[in-house]
Structure formats: C-alpha cells, structure tokens
C-alpha cells in the first residue's frame, strides 16, 4: 500500500486496470476486429456512389445479362433455368443460356433473395443484385486478411485487408451496380488461395476439402478459374524443385485434383474440359508426377541404394514412354481440345490482333499501359518490390506461393488489362507485408526507447549517476553520450518515417476515393458530364431509345446494332436482338458487322434475310460522346474480313492511310451504312455557334458528305442529344 499526499493509504492503480482491461491476447483480437470491421465499413460505403448519385440501376454491359438470367432463376426455378432456351438472342440461332454460362453469382444472387424473402424484408432482385458486389468486398477484405496472416502475420493482414477495401484495381469491378462474375469471383480466388496455403502448411484433409469446396465456387463463377487450376501445380512443381516436398503437400494437392476436378465437371459450361481441354493438362500432368515422386522417394527406402537407381531409371523410362504415347493418341483422336483464343492471347499478346479480331476488338482486352499500373494501385505499385524483398528474407512455404501468385498477375496484367483485377489482391497483400515490416519494428524499437526514458527520468539515483558519469569524463561516459547521440538520430528517421507513411495513406486513400467517385462509378447507360460551373449534367439517351424500343415496337421486332450493346437492348427493351456480348459466333458477327460496313443497298438485302426490323446506331458527334460505332467502326471491318476476305479494309481509308469522317474519307466508308445512319440530317443542323453544320465534335472535323437520302431505311426515333439514332427496316414493296 502506498500513502497519498495526505498521508491516506492507497491502492495501486494497476490493481484496478486487472478488473477493468482485457489480456493484451484478447485486446489484440479486440483491434483486429475492429479495424477488420472498419475496413468492411470503408470497403462498403466507398462502392455506393454511383446509387447515391444516381439510382439503383445495373451498370455496364455483361451484368444486363447476369440480371435477366437471375431473373428467370428465381422466377421460374432451377429446372426453368438450366434448360432455358433464349430465342430472343442471336436470331434466328438462338442461345442455349443453361450449358454456357457460369451460374455462381445467379445462384448467389438467388439464395440471398429467398433468404431475406423468408426473413420478411420486401427487397426486389434487382437491388440484391446492384448490392452483391459491396456486399462481396467487405467478404473480400476478411478473406484477404486470413490469407496474407497466413503467410506473414496478422499485422501485415490487417494492412493488405485496409489496402484492398479501396483499391481502384478491385473497385473497377466491385461497386454497387456491378453485377458481373468478378465480384464474387475475386472473393472465391483469394479464399481459394488461403485454403491452399492452409492446407499445404498443415496437410490436412478437412482444409484440402474446404480448398475443393471454394475451388467448385469458383468454377461456377468466373472463367478465371483456370488461373487458380494452373498457379497451383505450378507451385507443387516450384516446391518439389527447391526440395521442400512433404507429405502435406502430397496429401493438399491429391486431395484438391481429384476432389476439385470431379466437382468442377458437375458445373455444365465446364463438364468434361476439366479432363479433356489443354488450359487444364498442366495440373494433370503434376498430378502423376506427384504420385511418381511419392512412389520414388518410397522406394528409396526400402531398397539398396544400387537398386534404388535401377528401378529408378525403369521406372521413369516406361512412365515418360507411356505419358509421350498417351499425349500422341490423346492429340492425334481429338480428345484433347486445343488451346482457346482467349489463353492464346496471354501467351503471344499479339495473336488476338492478328488472327482473333472479335478478341482484341475488347477495351478490356487490350494491353496494359504503364499510367494504369500507378492509377490502379497508386502507391502499392511502389511497394509491392519491397513486399517481395521482405518475402525473400522469411522465406517458407505460403509466401513462395505468394511470390508466384504476384509473379504470374503482373504478367497478365501487363498483358491484357482486364487482369488488373487479379493482381490488385497480390498488390494489397505484398504491400502490407512491406509496411508490417517497415513500420511494426520501428515502432516497438520506439516504444522500448519511449519506456527507458520514463524509467530513467522517474529515477532520481539513475539521474545522479548519469550526471556524475559525465562530470568524470570517463570513456564509458563518452561512449554512453554517444550511444544517446545516435539513438536520439534514431528516434527522428523513425518519426519521419512514421509521418511520411501516414502521407503516403492519406494520399493513397485520397486517390481511391476520387477514383470510386469520378471514374468507376458512372453507369454505362447514364453518362454525365460538368459545366463549366462545375454542375453536374447528367445524358440519359440510352435508356430513352430502349425505352422507346419497349414501348414503340411490336414484341417480336428484330433489332440489329453492333453486339456491345445486345445485353442492354435485351435487358430494357425486352426485344429481340441479332448478336449480343456473348460473342460465341463470330460468323454471324461478321454478318452483323457486313451490314453496318455495306452500301445501304447490300445491307437492306442482309437485313431482310435475317428478318431485321430496327438498326440501331451509336453517334457521339453531336455530344462529344468519342466510344461511339464511328469510332469502333474499323472492327467490324475487320471482323467482317476474317470471314469475308473481300472486304478491304484500305477502302475505308484516307489515301495516305488515315481514318478520317471529312474532306479525303474513304469512299467505302462514306457509302457504307454505318456512315449514313449515324450522319444522316447531321449536316443540316448546327449544333453550336462556334461550329458550323455537319461539325463532328469527336473526330474534330466536318463530315465529308453532309446531304444525303435514305431509299431502304427511314428514321424512326433520334434521341435527345443525337447519342442513340434508330432506323426502321423499310419494307420490300416500298422499294423500286
């Protein structure tokens, strides 16, 4: 007991604190909980900018289509769904919907719904399905946090899970709105990852089964899947090459390929191609050398060592003989399926442009510029070198596998840009690593000084000492001034350094604000713009040309436009449409892309042979609106070349090789149809004072040809800003 001021006895306060605080374990579950729900919080709240600002609305092009499916789903049933026949896309082919999409995010979507139905909250679909993708990053950021814990620390968790709830390379495709199967997907890959890891560090088969269970989720979502089927035995091989193998690993990989395969091929679009297509023959391949060097290293210690080589060698020469034999027959009876186009385009990022030009006519599958690695990640761009150093030097078996799983993304990422999104989670987590390293030991060795100093002054005998010391001039007192010399040097890099880390978050949370706000929240169909007071103008032609489709045309109306926008047509007009997203046929592509790059008399014959009643057009020279069919229109000429090599596509062009709408334009594309519908009465008008009629505001040019009629097309409806023009099919009987 000590005596207060007052000579009244007191009991230490420490005593109290035993009562009142928790253990420093359960104050640091404490913490991580709550900066974990934080982060959660953030990662929601920073996805809702584009409900707040504009309304409940499904963004994009892709997620039209994932809504309608869901739909049917949860409206007509499982049954209904897998055996859906959708004869309102793709006329006259039509599109068998239940073997060819990935029915995850429909199936989660729909069980959501139900249980919230069952709970009495009146939600529509269509909000759970706006809401997925929010909802989905805050799981996300949990499973983030488990998986970089499970390879460095639960420090380094807690930062890369901070990291990637705002992470502009994630949020491009997980706000609210964005209902496509990378919003679930990326979910289901990080999950995919810490299971692995788990199951490898512990060779257990509870985790190696929850790794098959994550891995069929993963299947069922996204096409991406074969990144994970691939990385996987990829990073067996690495392990077995740098003699870490162990009966762990033996028992996570067997039990996740033979598992995970027969569960992968219960998802249709998928089937027999998990045993059968070429993107998965790596992980088979491992598979058997895996068991072959099991049986080795069992071998080995059972016989002599003289014997052991023998065997050996037999043993590899009738396993390679068989393995060459069975690969020959495998190829040479068709059984095992080529390489796609898609994976063809990761390896030779120039075969797309050359031989596939429906694949690198996508913006998302274009190479990556170097400005979208720093707009993207930011600083993690920065840090992600520093998180591998830091992985090299604690070197084990998790973070060799996060080593390759950064490795392999910033390839691919580098390759086609939508991969940006595999690598954003790498970045968080790798950069965590790094500011765990930098900054935790830092800080303790800033505390430790911190206490020795309140130690020390609190000591008055220490005090007195430490003045005698110096008042001797003893070389152990000059030493000791020095050592407090250096230390106090210490103390002041690490204050900047503590200051600039917290500049660096600022900026970095900042920038990921700005960039959920003005550039990856603005829904395709709702495009706005601001003044030059810096209003907000907001452009709504889309929706009031697909809502004029809706309500202006008979149910079984036909309509033709280039297939960017077939989901959306499908999705508001509830209208039948020629080709759409899905791309599964590039002949009738073609077809389409023969029209619109036709003279106006081609095309009507075209167009009356597959039933077409509308061709609907994309004009942005009156807007400003530069992603309009003028622009895109040097792909579906080409298109239309891989199937049609009569299409030139130098007629289109300028004579010194330029593509231009004014004075020189190609004389092909000044008669195609393209050219006509989107520049037909445009000459007539004069949209602004500066400009004079016919002025196109994208190209920067006036139209070459600005007086012209239509014989085979008339104009049915012209939206508000001349964004989205429709043109009706005339038909033949009015015609010479």
């Known amino acids: ?41 953030v990662s929601f709240c920073i996805r809702l900018f584009a409900v707040i600002r504009y309304e409940s609305i499904i963004h994009e092009f892709d997620p039209w289509f994932n809504f309608r499916a869901t739909k049917v789903l949860v409206e007509q049933g499982t049954f209904e769904f897998w055996n859906w026949f959708d004869s309102a896309s793709w006329y006259p082919l039509g599109r068998i919907v239940g073997g060819t999409v990935y029915p995850g995010i429909m199936y989660t979507a729909a069980t959501i719904y ?30 983030t946090y488990f998986f970089t814990k499970q390879v460095s620390d639960p420090t380094a968790g807690l930062f890369a899970a901070c990291f990637i709830a705002m992470v502009p390379g994630y949020l491009s495709r997980s706000v609210a709105g964005s209902y496509d199967n990378e919003c679930v997907a990326i979910t289901a890959m990080i999950l995919c990852f810490f299971l692995i890891v788990k199951s490898v560090h512990t060779g257990s088969l509870f985790w190696s089964g929850l790794t098959c269970l994550a891995y069929l989720y993963m299947v069922a979502s996204w096409g991406g899947y074969v990144f994970i089927t691939n990385i996987y035995p990829i990073y067996v091989l690495v392990l077995i090459l740098c003699g870490r193998y162990s009966h762990r690993l033996y028992v996570a990989y067997s039990t996740f390929y033979v598992i995970g395969t027969l569960l992968s091929m219960q998802i249709r679009f998928v089937g027999f191609q998990a045993v059968q297509s070429s993107e998965h023959m790596g992980a088979l391949i491992v598979f058997v050398l895996l068991q072959c060097y099991c049986f080795v290293n069992w071998i080995r210690y059972l016989v002599p060592r003289d014997v052991f080589v023998t065997i050996s060698r037999i043993f590899l020469l009738v396993v390679g ?59 993690l761009s920065m840090l992600v070198p520093a998180g591998i150093y830091f992985c090299f030097r604690n070197i084990n078996d998790g973070v ?24 954003a989670p790498a970045a968080c987590v790798l950069s965590g690593i790094a500011f765990s390293k930098l900054l935790v030991p830092n800080v303790t060795q800033l505390r430790k000084w911190e206490q020795n100093t309140e130690q020390t002054g609190h000591d008055a005998r220490t005090t007195y000492k430490r003045v005698e010391s110096k008042l001797s001039g003893s070389k152990k007192s000059a030493k000791s001034l020095e050592t407090s010399h250096d230390s106090g040097w210490m103390k002041v890099l690490i204050y900047i350094l503590l200051g600039g880390s917290m500049l660096v978050l600022f900026a970095y949370a900042r920038h990921c604000v700005w960039v959920a706000s003005e550039a990856y929240s603005q829904p395709s169909v709702v495009l706005s713009a601001r003044t030059s007071l810096g209003e907000r103008v907001f452009f709504d032609d889309f929706r009031e040309a697909y809502y004029w489709l809706r309500y202006n045309t008979k149910q079984d109306a036909k309509i033709l436009s280039w297939w960017d926008y077939g989901y959306q047509i499908s999705g508001f007009a509830n209208r039948t449409v020629i080709v759409d997203n899905n791309t599964w046929n590039n002949s009738h592509i073609a077809t389409v892309g023969r029209v619109l790059n036709s003279p106006e008399r081609k095309a009507f014959q075209i167009c009356k042979k597959l039933d077409v009643d509308y061709v609907l057009v994309i004009f942005g020279g009156a807007l400003g ?18 199937v049609d090599p009569t299409v030139d596509e130098s007629a289109y062009l300028t004579a010194d090789g330029n593509y231009r709408v004014g004075e020189g334009a190609g004389p092909a ?23 004079p009629a016919g ?27 001349w964004l989205v023009r429709i043109y009706h099919v005339k038909d033949l009987p009015n015609i010479g």
Request: hydrophobic share 45%; aromatic share 16%.
């Open 1 to 41: 007991m000590k005596k207060n001021a007052v000579g009244m006895q007191t009991q230490p306060f420490v005593n109290y604190t035993k009562t009142i605080w928790l253990s420093t374990k359960q104050q640091q579950l404490l913490f991580r909980f709550a900066v974990l729900l934080i982060a959660c919080c």
């Open 114 to 143: 139900h249980i919230l139905r069952a709970l009495t909250f009146p939600v529509d679909i269509k909000d759970v399905c706006v809401m997925m993708a929010p909802l989905f990053s805050c799981f996300t950021n949990i499973v």
């Open 321 to 379: 003989t068989m393995f060459i034999l069975a690969a020959f027959l495998a190829t040479a009876t068709g059984y095992l399926g080529p390489w796609t186009g898609r994976f063809y385009s990761l390896l030779d990022p120039t075969y797309a442009s050359k031989h596939i030009p429906i694949i690198a006519s996508v913006a998302e599958h274009q190479p990556t510029a170097w400005g979208s690695y720093f707009f993207d990640l930011h600083i």
């Open 400 to 423: 060799i596998f996060l080593i390759l799983y950064g490795s392999f993304a910033a390839y691919f990422a580098g390759v086609m840009v939508r991969l940006m999104l595999v690598l």
């Open 625 to 642: 609106y530069s992603s309009d069919d003028i622009n895109k229109f040097l792909w579906p000429i080409r298109i239309s070349h891989s």
């Open 669 to 691: 594309l000044v008669e195609s149809l393209m050219y006509k519908l989107c520049y037909y009465r445009f000459g007539e008008v004069q949209f602004d004072r500066g400009n």
């Open 695 to 721: 002025y196109d505001k994208v190209r920067g040019e006036v139209i070459a040809k600005k007086k012209f009629k239509l014989r085979y097309f008339e104009e049915a409806f012209t939206s508000r800003n």
